[in-house]
């Protein structure tokens, strides 16, 4: 049995190599999302404390 693959064209190459250089790693997404849940959670806590401080006075 033979597979054959319809060639492609460098641009088509060089497009691929573009996305591949563009693309997230999952390294990245990781402190990404670690930054997003530490901002977050300063949010919320500030949101907490001004509640708190609403029914002080």
């Known amino acids: 049995m033979v597979l054959s693959f319809p060639a492609i064209s ?10 591949l250089k563009n693309s997230i790693s999952l390294q990245d997404l990781k402190v990404l999302q670690g ?3 530490t901002i977050l959670h300063a ?5 907490v404390q001004k509640q708190f ?3 002080r006075h």
């Open 10 to 19: 460098n641009e088509e190459r060089d497009t691929k190599n573009d996305t």
């Open 35 to 37: 930054k997003t849940d």
């Open 43 to 47: 949010y919320l806590l500030r949101e």
């Open 53 to 55: 401080d609403i029914r």
